[in-house]
């Protein structure tokens, strides 16, 4: 199934609500944006 240009902004949404606001159990109660950030403040490297 290919998204319709109505579709898109609603996908777009989701994604971010999963990786910026949702909290994984199994990133410890964190977003993935959150864990990529302490893991590479961390490691001290630079994510882009």
Request: charged share 20%; hydrophobic share 40%; glycine share 0%.
């Amino acid at each position: 199934m290919v998204p319709t240009k109505l579709d898109i902004p609603v996908i777009e949404d989701y994604i971010n609500w999963y990786n910026y606001i949702w909290l994984h159990s199994a990133l410890n109660y964190k977003s993935p944006v959150e864990m990529e950030l302490e893991l590479s403040i961390k490691n001290n490297k630079y994510v882009a």
